[in-house]
């Protein structure tokens, strides 16, 4: 496997409020987070740093080989509620942070199997056998409304409430996330990104960019051309390759 990465301000952000992190265990399985935070300049710094780190300080640590599916859930679990506390408690201590808080994604990939946790609109793409497939479904406003028919997928891209979410990590002292698993194979792609990039680069985008362009130039493709579309927000992609 092989991971590539790049975070981005964007084009009009003057801070990048994203953050990101990647690795491989010992026994060559790899893991990675990214987090979009919010609450201002200094606060979305705060959260989506404070939680990559504290997420991936525990991941590395308590990272087996042996470990069963259930129990690799469960340490993604206890590594993003800690998150989660960390930064609730740095905001409820500090009342220039208050309100702050980060969306974030977690990936395993280990053997045939991806293991993916998330809160917030930040996503992860699965592209395999010649398909692009979302794998995680937003926590967000415009969501809700797709989900009641309120809007279309297509309106909810352009939507004045589209960077509205409904689940961030460090807003409140629990946090819901939700957890899928999918099969992959040797040469499918796993991208994680926030939404600086999904909001303005299309599925059929990526999907081309995928295909057409390898590693480290897909990532900088992905992003160049989220930049190239307004790059109105911070933007950050990573590739797991399988």
């Known amino acids: 496997m092989e991971i590539y990465s790049r975070t981005d301000r964007g084009v009009v952000r003057h801070s990048n409020q994203d953050a990101e992190r990647h690795g491989f265990f010992e ?14 300049a200094n606060g979305g710094n705060v959260a989506s740093s404070t939680a990559v780190e504290e997420i991936s300080t525990r991941l590395t640590a308590n990272y087996t080989s042996d470990m069963s599916s259930s129990k690799i859930r469960d340490m993604i679990a206890r590594a993003v509620n800690a998150a989660n506390i960390k930064v609730y408690i740095e905001a409820q201590e500090d009342i220039s942070l208050r309100g702050m808080g980060t969306t974030v994604v977690v990936v395993i990939v280990r053997g045939d199997t991806a293991y993916i946790a998330h809160a917030g609109d930040s996503r992860v793409y699965l592209y395999a056998k010649g398909d692009l497939r979302q794998m995680t479904v937003d926590h967000s406003v415009v969501q809700v409304m797709v989900d009641r028919g309120e809007l279309t997928e297509q309106e909810a891209r352009f939507h004045p409430r589209r960077n509205l979410i409904t689940r961030a990590l460090g807003v409140k002292p629990r946090l819901d996330i939700d957890h899928c698993e999918c099969p992959v194979e040797k040469g499918d792609i796993l991208l994680l990104c926030s939404d600086g990039l999904s909001n303005y680069v299309e599925d059929m985008e990526m999907f081309k960019i995928l295909y057409k362009l390898k590693g480290g130039e897909a990532v900088d493709k992905l992003i160049d051309t989220a930049n190239a579309h307004g790059g109105g927000d911070n933007v950050t992609a990573v590739t797991i390759c399988c």
Not at 27 to 40: F, I, K, L, R, T
């Open 27 to 40: 026994d060559g399985s790899a893991w990675a987070v990214v987090c979009d935070g919010m609450g201002g």
